[in-house]
T-cell receptor, first 116, second 113 residues
Framework: EAQVTQNPRYLITVTGKKLTVTCSQN?????MSWYRQDPGLGLRQIYY???????DKGDVPEGYKVSRKEKRNFPLILESPSPNQTSLYFC???????????????FGNGTRLTVT | KQEVTQIPAALSVPEGENLVLNCSFT??????LQWFRQDPGKGLTSLLL?????REQTSGRLNASLDKSSGRSTLYIAASQPGDSATYLC????????????FGSGTQLTVLP
């Protein structure tokens, strides 16, 4: 089954304790992206990647890191989480080759992060 | 900077009614526009994607239109069903910066049986 898999689904942590949220897709998609969703603010893009070893900042990259060492994986790293990073996080992917950006975006089921 | 607005934030209709959801954007130089559905506790599911050269797209009971000059898109849902209850979001890819996607805040739709 074609899917984007995020882990964990729920995470509670304390301020300053490094964490990683994993994202993996099995559709051979070039484009991958991370978003956070907050009430009243909608979905905002954190980082995106157009292919292996190619990453770039979105609208709200502060406090986050990403890496794209393999095409299928795009982990989100919070080196020193703070309470304002409490949010619902989504990973997404889509094709680029042959379609440009005219390919639907596929989303994972989300990771709800709470930082105390 | 592109801004995407969806009004109303919430909508409740009786089953069987035809309805229209609205999405407006401030910069008409767009690459494409997508409509998504989000169910509680789930990720977003892509419903329709309209390229900048297209005026509309249809899938089953759904029809999405795009008017770049006025900065508007609508999602028409025919013969609504309780299973259509969800939050509907639109997202715009801007020309020249097509790598990034800007989302609206969504319209929460409830279809009453």
């Amino acid at each position: 089954e074609a899917q984007v898999t995020q882990n964990p689904r729920y995470l509670i942590t304390v301020t300053g304790k490094k964490l990683t949220v994993t994202c993996s897709q099995n559709m051979n998609h070039e484009y991958m992206s991370w978003y956070r969703q907050d009430p009243g603010l909608g979905l905002r893009q954190i980082y995106y990647s157009m292919n292996v070893e190619v990453t770039d900042k979105g609208d709200v990259p502060e406090g986050y890191k990403v890496s794209r060492k393999e095409k299928r994986n795009f982990p989100l790293i919070l080196e020193s989480p703070s309470p304002n990073q409490t949010s619902l996080y989504f990973c997404a992917s889509s094709l680029l080759t042959g379609t440009g950006y005219n390919s639907p975006l596929h989303f994972g089921n989300g990771t709800r992060l709470t930082v105390t | 900077k592109q801004e995407v607005t969806q009004i109303p934030a919430a909508l409740s209709v009786p089953e069987g009614e035809n309805l229209v959801l609205n999405c407006s954007f401030t910069d008409s130089a767009i690459y494409n526009l997508q409509w998504f559905r989000q169910d509680p506790g789930k990720g977003l599911t892509s419903l329709l994607l309209i390229q900048s050269s297209q005026r509309e797209q249809t899938s089953g009971r759904l029809n999405a239109s795009l008017d770049k000059s006025s900065g508007r898109s609508t999602l028409y849902i025919a013969a609504s069903q309780p299973g259509d209850s969800a939050t509907y979001l639109c997202a715009v890819r801007r020309s020249g910066s097509a790598r990034q996607l800007t989302f609206g805040s969504g319209t929460q739709l409830t279809v009453l049986p």
